[in-house]
């Protein structure tokens, strides 16, 4: 047994010393490797050679793209001994089609205000070596300004309305800093006080919300996503009307809007984007409005600082809400809803006398959430700190009508520019600032946490989305803050929370003016 194992081994040594005595006999021919890149340059590149391209969907015109690929040889010149082939992928109708395309360069169109995809797969030929190359392209567009922040900014005549785009992280937020002449190469909003966005607010879901800014003259309604007027100013108030605007309100996941002129009166739309005048009961006729809130359902809270009351209106008692058309209704009959005095129920007769209403926010009690809103007020006589939970359909028979609930909170350390803010994620918690520091306050333990400082005086402050609903993920839990700078500069910056209201972490966007108003704009279906 041995033997054979001796004569096996010396076998395999002959063989392998043969490899080494014949290794000169061979010739090698030198292979012409292909490097290849594309322009323009990808968004993204895979580890597979696969490369993606992902583009904001026109608005107007379709946006035309030219691929070429740039292509490199270790033994070649010129591109003589090369073939090219593009296989083009995509649906229409719901079916797969699927183009060839023997040239060199690739153009592919993409319709505007639809989504485009393309699935291309690259191939060239060295016919010298009958060597093939493949590459994988994916393109597609996407709904641009989709749960960004709009940011009004610049000085009183010079505002410009910019958006922060994809904003979640430092490294893939996009700022424009003048959407609307970036798109349309025209400057406009430059008096501009307020914006608002309203998610549901369109006639057409497909193409989004309306993104409504409001000037003193005129308040301009657009497409969010596409950055286009949908109805002129002229249209959305009744025949002749002419007073001057001073801001709006809105709640971004409902389809309510409000602006409130000059003089403190208030109109509210609905769906269709037409303004109403309110109508009142006759004992708060002579209203004039000083802080208002509009909950998810379109329950409105509104203080009177010059009559010293609170009063409510229900926006969805409207039915002229639901017309659908072009030019403004020539009768408002549908609109039932009436501006109604808040009693004091349960409070002091004369609780508003001696209280400064400092905020009126999103409720945070189970029976505010959704239709109601939160108070904060300071006793003038006392300097105690009170909190009141209104609950709408709550009135004394249980049966419509508001009730009041009220917390006292005791000493709270804000100042006259103090900041307030609220979210359904918090429950029994509030947000302020003073100064350039953001905190959160246990209205059940009575104890406040320093959550940020900001580095500088803070103007605004409010979340993505204080509401609740079935799409939100953590925007609930994300806190816009505005610091203007002294150098006419502004920055936002963002907070995110956990789900205890904890500090995760910050990002801080600048390149803007002076911020003058900024809103998010929160999908409710899928865009």
């Known amino acids: 047994m041995m033997k054979k194992i001796i004569y096996i081994l010396g076998i395999v040594t002959l063989f392998v010393?043969?490899?080494?005595?014949?290794?000169?006999?061979?010739?090698?021919k030198e292979v012409n490797d292909l490097t290849i890149a594309f322009t323009p340059e990808a968004t993204s590149e895979g580890e597979d050679y696969s490369y993606s391209y992902q583009y904001r969907q026109p608005p107007l015109d379709s946006l035309k793209v030219t691929y070429v690929p740039v292509i490199s040889q270790t033994a070649k010149d010129?591109?003589?001994?090369?073939?090219?082939?593009?296989?083009?992928?995509?649906?229409?109708?719901?079916?797969?089609?699927?183009d060839s395309v023997y040239t060199k360069e690739l153009q592919l169109?993409?319709?505007?205000?639809?989504?485009?995809?393309?699935?291309?797969?690259?191939?060239?030929?060295?016919?010298?070596?009958?060597?093939?190359?493949?590459r994988q392209l994916n393109m597609k567009t996407v709904v641009p300004f989709v749960r960004s922040w709009f940011v009004l900014n610049g000085p009183q005549g010079d505002r410009r309305l910019s958006v922060v785009e994809d904003p979640n992280e430092e490294e893939t937020a996009q700022i424009t800093l003048d959407v609307y002449q970036e798109l349309w190469g025209v400057k406009r909003f430059q008096k501009a006080e307020r914006?608002?966005?309203?998610?549901?607010?369109?006639?057409?879901?497909?193409?989004?919300?309306?993104?409504?800014?409001?000037?003193?003259?005129?308040?301009?309604?657009?497409?969010?996503?596409?950055?286009l007027d949908y109805k002129p100013s002229r249209i959305l108030f009744p025949s002749g009307f002419s007073q001057k605007f001073a801001y709006g309100v809105a709640n971004n996941v409902w389809r309510n809007?409000?602006?409130?002129?000059?003089?403190?009166?208030?109109?509210?739309?609905?769906?269709?984007?037409?303004?109403?005048?309110?109508?009142?009961?006759?004992?708060v006729e002579n209203y004039t409005v000083?802080?208002?809130?509009?909950?998810?359902?379109?329950?409105?809270?509104?203080?009177?600082?010059?009559?010293?009351?609170?009063?409510?209106?229900?926006?969805?008692?409207?039915?002229?809400?639901?017309?659908?058309?072009?030019m403004y209704p020539s009768d408002d009959a549908g609109n039932t809803a009436q501006l109604t005095l808040v009693p004091s129920g349960s409070l002091d007769e004369n609780e508003w006398e001696k209280n400064e209403v400092i905020w009126v926010g999103q409720g945070i009690s189970p029976a505010s959430e959704e239709s109601g809103a939160l108070v904060i007020g300071k006793n003038t006589a006392t300097s105690i700190y009170n909190m009141y939970h209104f609950e709408a359909g709550k009135g004394k028979d249980g049966d419509?009508?508001?009730?009041?609930?009220?917390?006292?909170?005791?000493?709270?350390?804000?100042?006259?520019?103090?900041?307030?803010?609220?979210?359904?994620?918090f429950a029994d918690q509030f947000f302020y600032t003073k100064e350039s520091k953001v905190y959160l306050y246990n209205s059940v333990s009575k104890e406040a946490v320093e959550l940020y400082d900001a580095g500088g005086?803070?103007?605004?402050?409010?979340?993505?989305?204080c509401s609740y609903h079935y799409n939100v993920t953590n925007e609930n839990r994300c806190i816009g803050i505005v610091v203007n700078k002294t150098d006419g500069t502004g920055e936002l910056h963002e907070i995110f929370l956990d789900e205890a209201g904890d500090f995760v972490k910050s990002i801080i966007h600048t390149g803007f003016g002076t911020i003058q108003d900024i809103t998010y704009s929160y999908v409710t279906g899928n865009i």
């Open 400 to 425: 419509g009508g508001v009730s009041i609930r009220k917390i006292e909170l005791g000493s709270l350390d804000v100042d006259a520019n103090s900041c307030f803010a609220t979210s359904v994620a």
């Open 457 to 465: 005086v803070i103007n605004q402050m409010q979340f993505r989305v």
């Open 78 to 98: 010129g591109e003589d001994n090369l073939e090219f082939l593009w296989r083009v992928s995509y649906m229409v109708g719901g079916k797969e089609v699927i």
């Open 290 to 326: 000083d802080k208002m809130f509009m909950s998810t359902n379109g329950f409105v809270t509104v203080w009177d600082e010059m009559n010293r009351r609170f009063m409510y209106y229900e926006l969805n008692e409207n039915s002229c809400y639901r017309e659908n058309g072009s």
């Open 257 to 283: 809007s409000i602006v409130v002129d000059q003089r403190g009166k208030f109109y509210h739309a609905g769906l269709n984007g037409f303004y109403y005048t309110v109508k009142t009961q006759p004992d």
């Open 195 to 227: 914006i608002m966005y309203s998610p549901d607010q369109s006639l057409d879901y497909r193409r989004g919300g309306a993104l409504s800014v409001v000037q003193p003259d005129s308040v301009s309604w657009l497409y969010a996503f596409e950055m």
């Open 109 to 134: 169109k993409y319709p505007p205000r639809k989504a485009s995809a393309y699935t291309v797969i690259f191939k060239v030929k060295d016919v010298s070596t009958r060597i093939e190359y493949y």
């Open 17 to 28: 010393a043969g490899c080494y005595d014949d290794k000169g006999n061979y010739d090698y």
